[in-house]
Structures are given as C-alpha cells and as structure tokens.
C-alpha cells in the first residue's frame, strides 16, 4: 500500500486530533522547553520527519507503529499532544494494552478495525469502525484494536492529550517479565505448564 496520496489527508485529520485532545501535561510557564543542551533554535527543532519513512513504503509484515511522542520528538515537551500513525496488515492485531496518562483518540483513515476497551467495572465496549471514523479510548483503559479482514489492510492515526502518554502492553507485562509463574497460574486461574506455553509463545523470535 502507498502512503503519498493520504499525506494530505493524515494531515488535516490529525490537526483534528491535536485540536480535540485533552491536555494531560503539567502547564508550562514558557512557549516552549528547551533541552538542557540547546540555547537557540530554529524551525528544525519544530519539525519531526520521522513519519517520511510512509511515503511509498511497502506494506509492513505485521502491525507497526510510528510515534511522535516526547522521545522521538523533543519539541513536544510540555505542549500536552503526541501522535502515532498505525499500520495494520490483513488480519492483524495491536494487542491488548493501555495508556496511562492519556486518553487516545484514533481516526481511521482507510479499511476496517474492530476495537474496544473494558472500564473499570469489567464492561466491554466494541465497535466495527470504517474509513472516516473516530473512536476514542478513555485513559488508563486495556484496549485493543484487530484488522479482521483477511485481504484489506487498515490505517490508523491516533493522537494523545499528553507529549508521554505511555504504552504498557499486557502480553508483554505478564508474560515476558519476572513474575513468577505461580502466581501467573493463580491470577489466571490456569497451571503453570499453561502459563509456560503463553511465555514460550510470546518469547522474542532469534
């Protein structure tokens, strides 16, 4: 799939986004933060060009994710927004996580997703979303988004109201760190051979 001809358009949706995102991010008494090691900038310091790497790029393999958060893009401290543009292949799957300090709100810009989030009170909340669509994902929520389509692929933008809204991925939490396998098996009511499968499962591919 070819990104030139969205540029455009990502463009104007994701002014749309940054407009409607909530603000997470303590006020700042300045325009702008500059890092320690900076004293002068330029329109450079205001410009991230790490998105350039879509335009005519090919279809990636499996889901991906390109963000423009306070990591990848310094200029964005304190200004409370961040973005992430997401590219989902046929049948393919952002797993199960959330964001602690911001809320998302993601506009598709082309295919089909089915997404959801689960409140606090264990409620499922789903929806089918098509091109032109906008959904949003209440903060500090576990939530997914899956391109069900076995032949069409998806594109996503998101935007979030804080520049470090941060990603914790359940799978990843639970299953590739060092909780201990028996309380794995006790949590999720399951054995720990059970729990040693879902690790070997989700183990980084050499």
């Given at each position: 799939?070819?990104?030139?001809?969205?540029?455009?358009?990502?463009?104007?949706?994701?002014?749309?986004?940054?407009?409607?995102?909530?603000?997470?991010?303590?006020?700042?008494?300045?325009?702008?933060?500059?890092?320690?090691?900076?004293?002068?900038?330029?329109?450079?310091?205001?410009?991230?060009?790490?998105?350039?790497?879509?335009?005519?790029?090919?279809?990636?393999?499996?889901?991906?994710?390109?963000?423009?958060?306070?990591?990848?893009?310094?200029?964005?401290n304190g200004q409370s927004v961040s973005y992430a543009v997401l590219v989902y292949p046929a049948g393919s799957v952002n797993p199960v996580h959330t964001h602690p300090r911001s809320a998302e709100l993601l506009f598709l810009a082309e295919g089909a997703l089915e997404v959801g989030f689960v409140d606090t009170t264990n409620k499922l909340f789903t929806q089918t979303l098509q091109s032109g669509d906008l959904f949003v994902f209440p903060k500090g929520l576990v939530h997914f988004q899956y391109n069900a389509d076995a032949k069409v692929p998806a594109l996503a933008i998101s935007g979030f109201g804080s520049a470090n809204a941060g990603t914790v991925s359940l799978p990843n939490t639970l299953f590739n760190t060092s909780i201990d396998d028996n309380v794995l098996a006790l949590s999720l009511k399951t054995d720990v051979a059970t729990i040693q499968k879902l690790k070997a499962g989700l183990a980084p591919k050499k």
């Open positions: 799939m070819a990104y030139s001809r969205k540029l455009f358009f990502l463009a104007v949706a994701s002014l749309a986004i940054v407009q409607m995102a909530m603000a997470g991010d303590p006020d700042i008494l300045t325009d702008f933060v500059l890092p320690p090691n900076l004293t002068n900038v330029d329109g450079n310091f205001f410009t991230f060009t790490g998105m350039r790497v879509l335009i005519g790029a090919p279809l990636p393999p499996t889901f991906k994710v390109l963000k423009a958060s306070l990591a990848e893009f310094p200029a964005l």
